[in-house]
């Protein structure tokens, strides 16, 4: 989009060239004092630094809008905030209230930095864990208006295992076993039978993913550089048979059909 662009949604709210603009009582549009950075378009994705600065600019914008909101984040945008410098997310998922008008806000930001009007969304919040984890929130920005938090490890590793998506969530499982002190595949499966009361049982994709993970040492950064995990007690290991291994899209190197269990 260009410096002299702008979109407008039903509440009244468009960015143009670097500043949000606000509706007046009148129906006009007045500039406010927010600017925007320079744009992120990043093509390959969000990373974490780029979801500070897009939460901070949603904060301006809300200030200046008069709401008072708040979000708790879930999925890649999490563990990117709070976990470790995750490669790049092409959604920033949670719970958001007031949603509508934050949604909306964040539409517009959206187009000034060549992002999906829906960056920010709600979508994940009817997978939620039904049950109590015990865990509270992590606050990781205390904006003017707007307070974003993340939800507890347990919370996040329930929710990874239960889609257990093996390019998505695999280096994500890998942090968050160790961030919860999981060091079996039975302690995976209890996570997630506690966050969901048995009715999310783990996958057979699920389980190769869990072993896969504990039997990591290291993964890859967004910055190129390598993370070293803790490594899992050898006699807490699942068994393989030591022979296959995963390709990086965490597929198996052999066809269907095959003895041994993938790694």
Not at 164 to 180: E, H, Q, T
Not at 237 to 247: E, F, I, Y
Request: glycine residues 12%; contains cysteine; proline residues 3%.
């Amino acid at each position: 989009m260009g410096k002299t662009g702008g979109g407008r949604g039903t509440n009244g709210y468009q960015v143009k060239g670097r500043s949000v603009m606000r509706a007046g009582s009148d129906g006009r549009h007045a500039e406010s004092d927010v600017t925007l950075s320079t744009p992120i378009r990043r093509p390959t994705g969000l990373v974490g630094s780029d979801i500070e600065l897009l939460l901070s600019e949603l904060d301006a914008a809300m200030t200046a809008a008069g709401i008072v909101g708040q979000i708790e984040l879930v999925g890649g945008a999490a563990l990117a905030l709070a976990h470790y410098d995750r490669l790049s997310t092409t959604d920033v998922d949670g719970s958001i209230h007031p949603a509508p008008e934050i949604t909306e806000i964040a539409a517009g930001i959206a187009k000034h930095h060549g992002l999906k009007t829906d960056w920010l969304n709600n979508a994940a919040q009817g997978f939620f864990p039904p049950g109590d984890t015990g865990e509270e929130a992590e606050v990781v920005l205390q904006g003017e208006s707007l307070t974003v938090t993340v939800a507890g490890p347990r919370t996040l590793l329930a929710m990874k295992l239960r889609a257990a998506r093996p390019a998505k969530d695999a280096d994500d499982i890998a942090v968050l076993l160790r961030a919860c002190n999981v060091t079996s595949l039975d302690g995976a499966k209890a996570v997630l039978d506690d966050a969901y009361g048995g009715e999310e049982g783990l996958t057979v994709r699920g389980e190769r993913i869990v072993i896969a993970a504990l039997n990591t040492h290291t993964i890859v950064l967004a910055d190129g550089e390598e993370l070293v995990l803790d490594a899992v007690n050898e006699s807490d290991l699942p068994a393989t048979c030591g022979q296959w291994v995963l390709r990086l899209d965490r597929r198996c190197e052999l066809g269907r059909g095959h003895d041994g269990d993938c790694r």
